[in-house]
């Protein structure tokens, strides 16, 4: 059974989670059972809860095949929590669940989650209204719910010529010479070019998910301007950076075994105590790296990581980042390349006993980069989506766009000129354009996802065949390893055992035996 869709929009999680709670009210299948010799109807295994939630999931667009088992019984929990399911005495509130045959059933009224009235200030400070307050500098005529629903930036681009001839004809005459530039209105030029560049490409009529006074322009400006020859941003103020000794972890384990770093002792372990002093860091932060205020926004995006979407859910990340306060982003950036390097790493040792690398990073530190400040949940299994999405388009997401500068300085130069009197009126600014793939079924979705995991790790398996610079028995270790872990691509790649042999060159030596007794010779003796 496959959940419909949820559309971006306030309370998206909430949405979610009564969606996912009602199909699995309708779906899962109930039948008799007997216990202790007692019979109980109309009730489930939690293994077999597990079976079903764990394909209802990996088959919805909302979360995506890469859902693990894990990740479903976490949420099975929350449902024993939430009184969405209860053991077959009647017990609920606990987390106490496991993958087995322990007895479940559904309660009289399974409780969906209330979703909450928009708090008055939010009404008063959305988009469309903001639009509206003649005191503001910007009037955003153009975010109307009269927008057309042409998704990206190919509706503004379209209509970018056809507003520039008006303006140069309705206010040619009307130019009042060069006008200064404040402050004010570099920052709310800023504030305006983002939120308007950030509605054009999610395709919506307005931004309900986020309040225009939750975007700082001073941090946007930071983020844009003191950065790295590699785009990471400088920190003038070295007490908000990461400390020392997580800088040398993570530089050791990024630059794994060629760490720059040669005072570092080895031991056998090294490696998961320097990961685990890592983790421990980002798990004790106060909050998310995408911060408790931009969870609702950065949720949003997850519903359009899609394959037709993705040149989409790339650049409103990319512009949702730089929302970010510069100490958050910093640290967002070197996590993201430190996890992403150790993922595709052939040489990293194996840092748990039961889980890969990459699930690993995703598992330690999906909630660290977001999460919500009230409990929800669905939580863990879209900041896993959100993590895998950012680890595979990293450095894309998190470099800056130089688009935004550029629109930025035109439309200032546009004010200074008297071209218009109110920036909001009309944007003039050159605008990236995109190239839209058709739309695909969630069937056809979940095929490629699966497929490109695949190719993915069957080049994961190549590089840990032709490494020569590999220990015999270290290659034998990890190819072992993968065949646990992986073991239909292994078997496609090793169909039978002399090609595994023919790898190692290891031929078939027939022993000889040891003590080689002859067979007595009987002779008929006859008188």
């Keep these: 059974m496959e959940t419909r869709s949820v559309p971006p929009g306030p309370y998206r999680a909430t949405k979610l989670w009564n969606e996912v709670t009602a199909s699995f009210r309708a779906g899962m299948p109930l039948r008799k059972h007997r216990q202790h010799f007692k019979k109980y109807g109309n009730c489930f295994t939690a293994e077999a809860a597990v079976d079903w939630l764990y394909d209802l999931l990996r088959n919805n667009s909302n979360f995506g095949p890469e859902v693990t088992r894990h990740q479903t019984i976490q949420l099975l929990r929350k449902f024993l929590k939430n009184h969405v399911i209860e053991d077959i005495k009647g017990r609920w509130g606990s987390e106490n669940l496991d993958d087995n045959s322990q007895l479940f059933r559904f309660p009289a009224n399974s409780p969906l989650k209330t979703l909450p009235r928009r708090h008055p200030e939010l009404r008063k400070n959305s988009i469309d209204n903001f639009s509206k307050d003649k005191d503001s500098i910007f009037k955003l005529r153009n975010l109307s719910r009269r927008t057309p629903k042409k998704h990206g930036l190919q509706f503004l681009q379209e209509n970018t010529e ?7 004809n309705e206010d040619q005459e009307n130019l009042i010479g060069n006008r200064e530039i404040s402050q004010k209105d570099v920052e709310e030029v800023w504030r305006y070019i983002i939120l308007i560049y950030l509605q054009t490409i999610l395709g919506v009529s307005s931004l309900e998910v986020i309040n225009p006074n939750q975007v700082i322009p001073q941090y ?14 400088i920190l003038q103020d070295k007490s ?19 760490s720059n770093d040669m005072n570092n002792p080895t031991y056998v372990g090294f490696e998961r105590d320097v990961f685990r002093t890592i983790a421990d860091y980002f798990l004790d932060l106060p909050e998310p790296l995408l911060t408790f205020e931009y969870y609702e926004l950065f949720v949003n995006i997850l519903g359009v990581l899609q394959p037709h979407l993705e040149r989409v859910a790339i650049d409103a990340l990319q512009l949702c980042c730089l929302l970010l306060p510069p100490p958050n982003r910093r640290k967002l950036q070197l996590l993201m390349r430190m996890i992403s390097r150790m993922s595709q790493n052939v040489d990293m040792p194996q840092l748990h006993d039961t889980m890969g690398t990459r699930s690993l990073m995703i598992h330690t530190f999906s909630r660290c980069i977001l999460c919500c400040a009230e409990e929800v949940g669905l939580d863990e299994i879209l900041a896993a989506r959100l993590v895998s999405f950012l680890m595979d388009h990293h450095q894309e997401i998190l470099q ?13 130069d546009y004010i200074k000129n008297g071209r218009i009197k109110n920036p909001g009126d009309g944007l003039i600014a050159p605008l990236p354009t995109y190239s839209y793939c058709k739309q695909i079924s969630a069937k056809e979705f979940d095929e490629q996802k699966v497929s490109t995991s695949q190719a993915a790790m069957a080049e994961l398996l190549e590089n840990i065949i032709k490494n020569k610079n590999l220990p015999l028995k270290e290659k034998r270790k990890k190819l072992k390893q993968f065949q646990k872990e992986y073991p239909l691509i292994y078997q496609k790649r090793f169909p039978t055992t002399e090609s595994e042999a023919a790898l190692f060159g290891d031929k078939p030596t027939i022993k000889q035996p040891m003590l080689i007794l002859r067979k007595p010779k009987f002779h008929n003796i006859r008188y």
């Design 220 to 233: 946007i400006m930071y983020n844009m301007t003191n950065t790295s020859k590699h785009g990471v941003v």
């Design 240 to 258: 908000d950076d990461l400390p020392h000794w997580v800088l040398s972890a993570m530089k050791c384990l990024a630059n794994w075994p060629r």
């Design 162 to 168: 056809h507003m520039n001839s008006e303006i140069n």
């Design 400 to 412: 800056v766009p130089s688009y935004l500068q550029t629109a930025v300085e035109k439309h200032l």
